[in-house]
């Protein structure tokens, strides 16, 4: 597993059963057999998906006698999104671009190539 916190939060997010996980710890915290109830696979598979994202910060166990309640830990999420930033406005700049430069050719106004 890589070994800076951001390639293993992207490393984390790369598998869509962990950002499902993910997802429904959004709406609060959960056990293990709450976590593993939509999908059809075994508790120790879920347990593994867990362990990645134990290992990335995305979550924290708790203990309650038997329970282990997981919850999100955001704070590696905001760090990927910043990292993002920057590549959302080079998008959007280029978008913009390309949009004026097709309201120029939509109003006849481009320069024309020269052959």
């Not at 508790?43 to 997981?70: D, T």
């Not at 999104?81 to 109003?107: I, N, P, V």
């Amino acid at each position: 597993m890589p070994s800076d916190p951001l390639s293993t939060t992207f490393a984390a997010l790369a598998d869509p059963t962990r950002r499902a996980i993910l997802a429904r710890l959004s709406d609060g915290e959960a056990t293990v057999g709450e976590l593993a109830e939509p999908f059809a696979m075994s508790l120790p598979a879920v347990s593994k998906h867990l362990k990645v994202l134990e290992r990335a910060g995305l979550i924290a166990r708790g203990r309650e006698a038997q329970w282990r309640p997981c919850q999100l830990q955001a704070e590696p999420l905001k760090e990927a999104t910043g990292w993002l930033e920057h590549y959302r406005r080079f998008w959007d700049e280029s978008f913009d671009r390309l949009d004026a430069y097709l309201q120029e050719l939509q109003s006849g106004k481009a320069p024309k190539k020269k052959r």
